[in-house]
Every structure is written in structure tokens, then in C-alpha cells.
């Protein structure tokens, strides 16, 4: 008999492509949704989470913009009284390091009676390359208000890895994967590692938090993320993060994968080319 596909919550985002890509790739049926999809996904919209969930075994979810932000921790709770109602058995929740708000929404699901798992990622190495810091490398500066503080970057393939992994073995339900990349590093490090690799000069500028608050506003990024920004680079980002975890190892029986060698796959990539953007 065919199982009912697995629902992947943020069909476009880093992580949920790649875990939808995998598990295709295994030959589990999926459905992927977003506020585009039929039938569609919206967060701030709970008349579309319903039709989304129905016939569905299992969910791989990630909450936007993010777990930290206001509100988040009544969404999630509603969501998973919806899930519970419609038949949903297993949540896997992309989850963030060191977030209090982020820390509430798991112990929701954790008490919900349904089979969970959490996936607690560090920084995502793929900031560097399809986020928010990507530009600040095509023209070979990044600015960030971070300093010295040392974070343990993770690459989003591992995080894919870990959640399919998650979803598609019975052995790891109701578990917490602490995952990190293998080395801690601060952003400046990082820029050197990229810079290196690449041949050419990056340089790395610390700025105030009020500064680069005023640049996001000034290139009309949304509000939330202004907030969710300044909140993990004043709150979230003191070092309470640094310390290497080995969630990665334990959930696959391999190391995570290291700065480096995410570092050489996105070279290859073509992410970084600037000949490629200068002629787009």
C-alpha cells in the first residue's frame, strides 16, 4: 500500500528544498507548500494550514522568519493542534540555538503527544551564499555588527541529512539533534577562508548594530527581520553558541561537514562569480 507523502513546509527555503530533493531521491512521495503552492501554506494565514496537512504522515517545518520572533510560540501551538486534528503523526521543527522563543516552541511539540524530532542548527555556512550576506561578497565586502564571538557554522546539507534522516527512521523519533559544523569560527575567519579560496581580496568591516539596522532600513528590508536581526546579533550571538555539537555525527554516524569543504562546493557552484552577476 502507498504511504501518504510527508508535508515540507517552506517548499523554497535552504533547508526545505534540499530535504524535499532527498527524499524524492529515496522514493518517498512528498508534498512541498508554500504561499504559492496549491494547495497553499501560509503562516500568518492558519485558514491554509489545514488543506496543507490533511493526508499527510509526516512534516519536516520550518517556521519564518524565524522561531526567535514574537508570536511565534502561539503559531506553533496552533499549528500543532491542526496537525494533531488532521491526522498528522511525526513533526520534525527546524529550530535555532540558543533562542528562548525558539526554546518555547519546542516544548510545545515535544508535550504534544505526537512522535517529534528537533533539529537545533547553528548559523547556516549558506548565509554566505544564497542569503543575506551574499552580495556583501559579489562586491567584496561584508558588514556585519559581529565581532569576535566564534560560531560553529553548519552547512544546510548536513541539516538536510539530519532531517530526512529524522523523518525516515523509526530509531530516532523523539529525539533533539544538536547539530554544528565541526569548527568554530568568527565572520571575519570565515571572510579569510572565502577570500583565500577565491583568490580574491573580501574584507571583513565591523559595524555598530544601530548602523547596519539603519542601511537594512534604508534598502526596505521588512521590519521582522530588522527585528530578528538585531535580536540575534545582540542577544543570540554572545558566545553562548560556540561550542562545537555533535548532533550531526549521532544522527548519521559521520562528522559534519567542515568551513572548507562547503567552502570549495560553492566555488564550484558558480555562487560566487562575479563575471557570472556582472553579465546577468
Known amino acids: 500500500m502507498k504511504q501518504p507523502p510527508i508535508l515540507i513546509i517552506g517548499k523554497n527555503g535552504k533547508t526545505a528544498s534540499r530535504v524535499d530533493r532527498r527524499l524524492r531521491a529515496l522514493g518517498h512521495a512528498t508534498r512541498p507548500v508554500s504561499r504559492s503552492t496549491r494547495p497553499a501554506f501560509d503562516w500568518n494565514d492558519p485558514a491554509t494550514w489545514r488543506p496543507a496537512i490533511e493526508h499527510t504522515r509526516a512534516a519536516y517545518v520550518t517556521y519564518q522568519p524565524d522561531l526567535a520572533v514574537p508570536g511565534a510560540e502561539a ?3 496552533a499549528f500543532v493542534q491542526v496537525a494533531t486534528e488532521a491526522g498528522l503523526r511525526h513533526i520534525v521543527l527546524l529550530s535555532g540555538r540558543g533562542e528562548q522563543g525558539a526554546e ?14 528537533i533539529i537545533r542548527a547553528s548559523w547556516f555556512c549558506q548565509n554566505f551564499s544564497e542569503s543575506f550576506m551574499l552580495d556583501g561578497i559579489l562586491d567584496g565586502e561584508l558588514v556585519l ?3 569576535d564571538t566564534l560560531e560553529p557554522f553548519i552547512d544546510a546539507d548536513d541539516i538536510a541529512d539530519v532531517a530526512v534522516a529524522a523523518l525516515t527512521e523509526p530509531r530516532h523519533r523523539n529525539k533533539l539533534f ?4 565541526p569548527r568554530a569560527l568568527t565572520f571575519a575567519q570565515c571572510i579569510q577562508e572565502i577570500s583565500q579560496a577565491l583568490g580574491r581580496r573580501i574584507e571583513y568591516t565591523q559595524v555598530p548594530i544601530d548602523t547596519y539596522i539603519e542601511a537594512l532600513q534604508a534598502r526596505g528590508v521588512p521590519g521582522d527581520m530588522q527585528w530578528l536581526l538585531r535580536e540575534l546579533f545582540t542577544v543570540v550571538f554572545d558566545g553562548r553558541n560556540s561550542k562545537v555539537m555533535p548532533g550531526v555525527e549521532q544522527a548519521l554516524g559521520r562528522p559534519a561537514t567542515d568551513f572548507r569543504n562547503y567552502v570549495s562546493k560553492t ?7 562575479t563575471v557570472r552577476r556582472e553579465s546577468a
Open 75 to 77: 503559531t506553533i501551538k
Open 178 to 181: 544538536e547539530i554544528t559544523g
Open 267 to 273: 566555488i564550484a557552484s558558480g555562487a560566487w562569480d
Open 145 to 147: 555588527p559581529a565581532g
Open 104 to 117: 518555547r516552541a519546542e516544548a510545545i511539540l515535544r508535550t504534544s503527544g505526537l512522535a517529534w524530532n
